[in-house]
């Protein structure tokens, strides 16, 4: 769906190019957004009577409008309020992802302003903050799950396919929007995803949920019980099955998919002391045929020293195996790393340290693409230290870096400086300068194709120094949001270059640099008790080059595919005690390389609580397009509306 006319929600609407011969016109559109806002004002009016009654909003706190109190922790490794956090952090709370009727990590990832989402097939998604949100460059995003990341060291990214959780377990999810190597190592470079899930003494009791629809079908089952006196249990088990995406025509592509998960989490404390022991094992097939597979435990022991002292220690194991006809690839990881947090006088402190075995296997019987050897092990060690300084009683100095170093790709250090200044009791304003990197990939190094491609032993990090300042702060006594700004300059970053400068064949190296820079904002706004509106803006502007005498073969892929704009807007509406209704809208920018049209999307949730136990829901997803697509090259799988009715039932 092309925009090229103003978009208007009423009245006369934008003019679309008619590339994929969509069945609506802009005028049908335009009528569906009217009727559904037009409706739920209808709703609204004859929700007051039964709506709690409108209290004097000019008693709630930006913490009550916006849920800024909450205690994140990525900022820093130690728990702070969001209200102080100098960096651009987003969370998305449980209440948001049940609210939204999202029954994936990746689509609740869409909740958040300061991401790009965008899905490529039905089973395959790329995620990024500050650009590059293609396949083969969102590579920059370091994504943590319970402290164990699921960066792939060998794709060098994210395969979101295999990093699931059932979302009715999630706690929140902390979305940072720019670097975060001084305290979680390379490939933090344009942002950091931590997802939090729930304690075993939350989810206490059983736990059932179903979903069904005309595209993806999910269930869900979970029971907690007590462990002992001082502890807590919970097992689950999750089937999922998502339809095909189509072509332009609507003809279905046959990439339909499905898979299952199960595990267990316990929770137990003694005096001064808190252990978790968890695990995960999956196995999701693909109908194209091949499948991805895998499993992770990990334990966690934190020790309490004292009011602001404490020390924590953590290892996992990972395993991921992806099967595909002619091709497997898998990474095995043991992690192992500690941290103390203490205070004294002024100055606020975290350091700790890791050390990290990766053993990968690539072996390729479909084409001539191969690894110099198909199985190797990295060695990776790391130290860090970030020290929060109070200067004054409303002004805070944080000082970090963090070294870190790979028998791979030998050693790399990450400083950073944050500058936080409480203006008032209402107004937090943040500074901060950070350099990131992305350490290279066997793939970027040792990757060949006789006559075509030769490896590149000598491809170095892709580098970024980052500048940003922000604001998060109550506007008035209903409403409240963040701002941030930020320049981010890169150097080092990857291209496909030919290896004699003129001639095939080609080889990976750093031909590329240059700037990006842009604007996130997002907030607040409390119409009364029982409505409220979320905002959310999302601009940015590249300017990325070849260095002299470079050539990219392969058309600055690299560089990603990024729309210029996104914007959002969610309204979330309490219709009384028992029924909430819940819409989004979210406007995305055109991408350019290559060209794919910028499209409206339209979701809304109805939920029904029939019982303090029961609950029911209607939903619907991409409700103004039959199909659209979102990403990928030429020519794109496309996107199908979905709709759904769900049940969940505690017991």
Request: hydrophobic share 35%.
């Amino acid at each position: 769906m092309k925009v090229t006319g103003t978009p208007r929600v009423c009245g006369r609407g934008p003019t679309y190019s008619n590339r994929h011969v969509r069945a609506r016109t802009s005028a049908a559109r335009a009528a569906i957004v009217c009727a559904l806002i037009a409706g739920t004002l209808t709703i609204a009016r004859s929700a007051v009577a039964a709506a709690p009654s409108i209290e004097d909003l000019s008693r709630l706190s930006i913490e009550e409008l916006s849920a800024i109190d909450l205690q994140v922790t990525s900022v820093s490794r130690r728990p702070e309020p969001l209200s102080k956090a100098p960096a651009a952090i987003y969370v998305i709370t449980q209440d948001d992802i049940r609210r939204a009727g999202v029954t994936s990590l990746t689509e609740a990832l869409r909740l958040a302003p300061n991401l790009e989402v965008a899905q490529l097939n039905a089973s395959t998604y790329t995620v990024s903050a500050r650009g590059f949100n293609r396949f083969e460059a969102a590579n920059k995003l370091q994504v943590l799950i319970d402290g164990r990341t699921v960066y792939n060291p060998l794709h060098a990214g994210v395969f979101w396919d295999v990093a699931n959780v059932m979302v009715e377990d999630i706690d929140r999810i902390e979305v940072i929007s720019g670097p975060g190597g001084a305290l979680w190592g390379t490939n933090a470079v344009n942002g950091v995803i931590n997802v939090v899930t729930k304690g075993a003494e939350a989810t206490r009791g059983g736990l059932a949920s179903a979903q069904i629809g005309n595209v993806n079908r999910n269930g869900a089952l979970r029971y907690g019980g007590a462990l002992g006196s001082n502890g807590a249990y919970r097992v689950y088990g999750m089937t999922f099955a998502d339809g095909h995406t189509v072509n332009a025509n609507g003809t279905s592509l046959g990439d339909d998919w499905y898979g299952s998960q199960g595990g267990f989490r316990t929770d137990w404390k003694t005096d001064g002391n808190a252990f978790t022991v968890q695990g995960d094992v999956f196995n999701n097939p693909f109908h194209t045929g091949g499948q991805a597979r895998g499993g992770n435990a990990l334990a966690r022991w934190t020790h309490t020293l004292g009011a602001a002292s404490s020390v924590e220690v953590q290892t996992y194991y990972d395993k991921t195996e992806r099967v595909t006809p002619g091709v497997v690839d898998a990474v095995e990881t043991g992690d192992l790393q500690a941290q103390h947090t203490f205070a004294t006088g002024a100055h606020k402190v975290v350091w700790g340290g890791g050390y990290r075995v990766q053993t990968d296997r690539f072996s390729n019987t479909l084409n001539g693409f191969a690894l110099n050897k198909e199985r190797d092990t990295t060695y990776i060690g790391n130290v860090f230290a970030q020290d929060t300084i109070a200067l004054d009683s409303d002004l805070a100095l944080t000082l970090g870096t963090k070294l870190e170093h790979s028998t791979f790709s030998g050693t790399e250090y990450m400083p950073e400086a944050r500058l936080g200044w409480s203006v008032t009791d209402d107004d937090f304003l943040w500074g901060a300068v950070s350099r990131a990197v992305r350490t290279p990939s066997r793939i970027d190094r040792e990757l060949q194709f006789p006559g075509l491609l030769l490896p590149a032993p000598s491809f170095d990090s892709e580098k970024l120094i980052a500048y940003e300042i922000g604001h998060r702060g109550r506007l008035s006594p209903r409403a409240s949001g963040t701002l941030a700004l930020y320049y981010h300059d890169y150097d080092d970053l990857r291209t496909t270059s030919l290896a004699n400068g003129s001639t095939f064949p080609v080889q990976l190296q750093n031909g590329m640099e240059g700037s990006t820079y842009g604007l996130e904002a997002w907030g607040d706004y409390a119409l009364t008790s029982w409505w409220r509106l979320s905002p959310g803006l999302n601009v940015i502007k590249k300017h990325l080059h070849l260095k002299p005498g470079q050539t990219d073969t392969s058309n600055r892929q690299a560089a990603g595919n990024d729309p210029e704009y996104q914007a959002s807007l969610r309204s979330s509406m309490d219709l009384g005690r028992d029924v909430e209704f819940d819409i989004g809208i979210r406007a995305v920018d055109q991408l350019s390389n290559p060209s794919i049209p910028s499209y409206y999307s339209l979701d809304t949730r109805v939920g029904w609580t029939v019982t303090p136990g029961v609950e029911l829901s209607l939903a619907g997803f991409n409700l103004l397009d039959s199909h659209h697509p979102e990403t990928g090259p030429a020519p794109q799988a496309e996107i199908r509306r979905t709709v759904y009715v769900g049940t969940r039932w505690r017991f």
